[in-house]
């Protein structure tokens, strides 16, 4: 159908979220694993590890809205979107294998070096796909509810892709045999995984009834300055960062917690993940149906406060009560759907909004932002966790050896699963009350704002 039906062809919405499962390995198992790579196989502290994962997130700062902005001005017989999500296919699972194939060099200061340039080119890579990607269902559809539906399936696949990574990698590590081999394994297996999906959506959009606006004479500051002028965005934004903070946290702790709290290996890190990302695949198209008669702020508002109830509960999880911490992981799974759902949800409801004002189709400049600070959060996140094992005297070590990670360590991994999640989730409440682009007003705003008013007026 066209951009301005109310509902896509199944088939096309399955192939756009297709290419969230080659993205959501690259996002999770650098969040997950890389972090714990470099402190328990490479013996790199904890400390500098937390650099090498931080930095290059950080880079998407400057690099996402840029190529935001490049897609926005593309002209080609594939569209503005598809000629970078072609290149992203290519180049990420490539820069993804590399990243875990680590050569031995001669100090920790030079693998250092090696992981953080090649971490960088993989963020670049990945934004390279990711922005353009992401910007494409406010052009696919205007309407309101087929655009969360078409983000369902992504989301799905998101979750697929998780659970893949999160379930898959450290069980192909184990059957590698730990240790170098089995991370290099487990990284070559899974980039063409990538690849593929990723080039399924490439070929797949090819009939997308894309809407292209007129080329922009605007430079990429001034686009950020009017992206900085809608309120709504502005707000979704900031709230959605506290939460990535909290999630990113928990993944980069999650590895430490099942090694040398619950003291357990690679296949209890595996069960964890399939009970928390299987009911996050069930209750996606729950989530939708309470949108629909909630509304999609109150929804998110109601998940957010949950996922904070039940992280502040995990500081209780222990070895001794396994059941328990396998249903609080499964409940969270369940609201973790909503927390990946709606933000992206109600993104190209403030692309909409600032396309009625201004009269152009910026959506690459606002994905672009709202994907450096996805990225942006999950960085900090790891960052906090690595910080929190320096400063609790965590021990380093190569693949194979056996070492006794002081009290101080412990408690800090504790904390990240659980109380520093708990309270950035909670943090992010007030913000989220103050979001009020819901249908009607959207609508409303839309049909009473004359077409052409200057850009950067805010909601």
């Not at 292209?212 to 960062?241: K, Q, T, V």
Request: charged share 10%.
């Amino acid at each position: 159908m066209s951009a301005t039906g109310t509902k896509l062809p199944t088939s096309l919405a399955l192939a756009y979220g297709a290419g969230s499962l080659g993205t959501a390995l690259f996002s999770v198992l650098p969040g997950l694993l890389l972090l714990y790579f470099l402190t328990d196989t490479l013996a790199i502290s904890a400390g500098l590890a937390a650099w090498a994962v931080f930095v290059p997130k950080a880079w998407d700062i400057l690099a996402d809205p840029v190529i935001g902005h490049l897609s926005d001005s593309t002209r080609s017989p594939w569209g503005r979107r598809r000629p970078f999500l072609l290149a992203g296919a290519l180049a990420l699972p490539i820069a993804f294998y590399l990243l875990f194939a680590v050569p031995h060099f001669a100090t920790p200061a030079a693998t250092f070096a090696y992981v953080l340039a090649l971490f960088m080119l993989a963020a670049t890579a990945y934004a390279t796909f990711q922005i353009p990607y992401v910007a494409m269902p406010g052009e696919m559809t205007q309407d309101y509810h087929a655009r969360t539906s078409l983000i369902s399936y992504r989301i799905a696949f998101v979750a697929a892709g998780t659970l893949l990574g999160g379930a898959a990698a450290p069980a192909l590590v184990e059957l590698g045999g730990g240790g170098r081999f089995g991370y290099r394994l487990m990284a070559a297996v899974l980039a063409l995984v990538c690849m593929g999906a990723m080039l399924v959506t490439f070929y797949g959009t090819r009939r997308a009834a894309l809407r292209d606006g007129p080329p922009l004479a605007l430079g990429w500051r001034e686009r950020l300055r009017i992206a900085s002028g809608n309120r709504p965005f502005l707000i979704l934004a900031a709230s959605y960062l506290l939460q990535l903070i909290g999630l990113g946290g928990v993944l980069a702790a999650l590895p430490y917690f099942v090694a040398h709290h619950l003291g357990a290996g690679n296949l209890t890190l595996t069960l964890l993940f399939v009970l928390l990302i299987l009911p996050t695949v069930v209750a996606m198209p729950l989530w939708v149906l309470v949108s629909r008669r909630i509304g999609k702020q109150r929804a998110y508002r109601i998940a957010t406060l949950g996922a904070a109830l039940i992280c502040a509960s995990l500081a209780f999880a222990d070895a001794t009560r396994l059941p328990l911490l396998y249903g609080q992981v499964a409940l969270f799974g369940l609201l973790y759907g909503a927390l990946q759902l709606f933000p992206f949800a109600m993104l190209p409801d403030t692309i909409e909004l600032d396309h009625a004002r201004s009269g152009l189709r910026r959506d690459g400049v606002f994905t672009g932002a709202f994907i450096a600070v996805e990225k942006i959060g999950f960085a900090v996140g790891a960052l906090w966790v690595g910080v929190a094992l320096e400063l609790g005297g965590f021990v380093e070590r190569h693949a194979g050896e056996q070492v006794h990670q002081p009290a101080g360590a412990v408690w800090a991994i504790r904390l990240m699963l659980s109380l520093s999640p708990a309270l950035l989730f909670a943090a992010s409440l007030p913000l989220l009350a103050r979001y009020d682009v819901s249908e009607a007003r959207l609508a409303a705003l839309v049909s009473a704002t004359p077409r052409g008013r200057p850009p950067g007026v805010r909601a």
